[in-house]
T-cell receptor
């Protein structure tokens, strides 16, 4: 692994199902983030973690949960998916504030 | 967190210099200015960051006037591959819940 990796790359999910999007980084970055980007629109922050063991809510946290049990991993869970959660999800990490952020390749999620 | 305003879209032709200006009237003393670039179907990537005057790297230049109420990202001699969305972020604490992106500027480079 080099950098930040997301899995899966894409997923079609039935409404009502539970889904966890995975994000792993090997840069020992303190801060990690989850964003969603709807087609043709900007990025919206879902949840963040400033350091392992802490998490916080972003702009659009409803319907999503996260955990940060260690430095490397920051999974995003949809407890019961709804069609409005159809989007591309990006995970990002950065060493500290004012340092550059690195983004994963994205997970394209379609809820039907 | 300083609010930023930048044009929604811009068009340019290959070989031209492109300047994208970001307004941030309520920038704080310790705030940095950071630009990211996002290609279609990819996550954003860091381009450049500055505090005052001018910063240049292999990709772009960032011009910041003395009052720091605006900044200009300059892309020299753009090519078709520079077609992307460019985001301006301002803040010392671009951290936690403050690490948010505005709509950005959609740059289209035409042949």
């Amino acid at each position: 692994i080099a950098g930040i990796t997301q899995a899966p790359t894409s997923q079609i999910l039935a409404a009502g199902r539970r889904m966890t999007l995975r994000c792993t980084q090997d840069m020992r970055h303190n801060a990690m983030y989850w964003y969603r980007q709807d087609l043709g629109l900007g990025l919206r922050l879902i949840h963040y973690s400033n350091t392992a063991g802490t998490t916080g809510k972003g702009e659009v946290p409803d319907g999503y949960s996260v955990s940060r049990a260690n430095t490397d991993d920051f999974p995003l869970t949809l407890a019961s998916a709804v069609p409005s959660q159809t989007s591309v999800y990006f995970c990002a990490s950065r060493a500290d504030m004012n340092t550059e952020a690195f983004f994963g390749q994205g997970t394209r999620l379609t809820v039907v | 967190l300083a609010k930023t305003t930048q044009p929604i879209s811009m068009d340019s032709y290959e070989g031209q210099e492109v300047n994208i200006t970001c307004s941030h009237n309520n920038i704080a003393t310790n705030d940095y200015i950071t630009w990211y670039q996002q290609f279609p179907s990819q996550g954003p990537r860091f381009i450049i960051q500055g505090y005052k005057t001018k910063v240049t790297n292999e990709v772009a230049s960032l011009f910041i006037p003395a009052d720091r109420k605006s900044s200009t990202l300059s892309l020299p001699r753009v090519s078709l591959s520079d077609t992307a969305v460019y985001y301006c972020l301002v803040g010392r604490v671009n951290y936690g819940q403050n690490f948010v992106f505005g709509p950005g500027t959609r740059l289209s480079v035409l042949p």
